[in-house]
């Protein structure tokens, strides 16, 4: 790799992480390109050089995100051992783990959702929409072993029923982390134990008799 592309990625993942600060204290529609340049302490003529938005900026933001998941989801697999059922029991025992170590990246999560701003045609738009590929690949490959070994009662294809299983999960992780204090008050409930309940009704529709 040449001195100018190195320089050139460090620039980028420093960008990333300054926006990344600015989006957590404020949300992603109180952030301007000129707040995330003096963070970075360049000129906004410099983000515009990598980003053509603050919403491309978000989208970097979430992507990167997104693959630290896929990597540690991936690492944690590669343990994952037993039948398909037994293999389900212990992916969701990892991810609760991860969301539980990814509070604050949980929480951008629910910002950028809420800006559907995920329908970006560009390059980075094909690079969000194969890292979301590469995070449900561990738990498609499970349940297609669990259909396989008898394990596992599945009522439509793995990857709907990974993606089902994981957006409803991220889901409320989101709310667990967005706002635990005020679902606690509401209602009465230790928030966090609503992730190990839905957890339990998955493994429970689909583990066969």
């Known amino acids: 790799m ?15 992480a300054a926006a990344r600060e600015l989006f957590l204290e404020r949300g992603v529609e109180h952030v301007t390109i000129d707040e995330i340049a003096d963070r970075c302490a360049v000129t906004r003529r410099t983000v515009y050089r990598y980003f053509a938005t603050r919403d491309q900026v978000a989208l970097a933001v979430e992507i ?16 994952w051992t037993g039948t398909g059922a037994q293999q389900l029991r212990t992916a969701f025992a990892d991810i609760g783990q991860l969301v539980d170590d990814a509070a604050d990246e949980l929480r951008f999560t629910r910002v950028f959702d809420a800006q559907s701003i995920s ?9 969000y929409r194969d890292v979301i590929r ?3 690949a ?17 009522a439509v294809p793995p990857e709907l029923t990974a993606s089902t299983l994981t957006n409803a999960y991220l889901g409320l992780a989101q709310r667990v982390y967005g706002r635990g204090d005020q679902l606690a008050k509401e209602q ?20 066969s008799a």
């Open 138 to 154: 561990p738990i498609v490959a499970v349940l297609r072993l669990g259909q396989d070994d008898g394990t596992l009662t599945l």
């Open 2 to 16: 040449s001195e100018n592309r190195r320089v050139r990625e460090r620039r980028r993942a420093a960008l990333i």
């Open 119 to 127: 329908g970006d045609d560009t390059e980075l738009g094909g690079q």
């Open 64 to 79: 990167d995100v997104l693959q630290r998941w896929s990597a540690l989801l991936q690492q944690r697999a590669g343990a």
């Open 134 to 136: 590469e995070v449900l």
């Open 188 to 207: 009465e409930i230790d928030p966090r134990l609503m992730l190990v309940e839905l957890t339990r009704i998955y493994l429970a529709g689909l583990e």
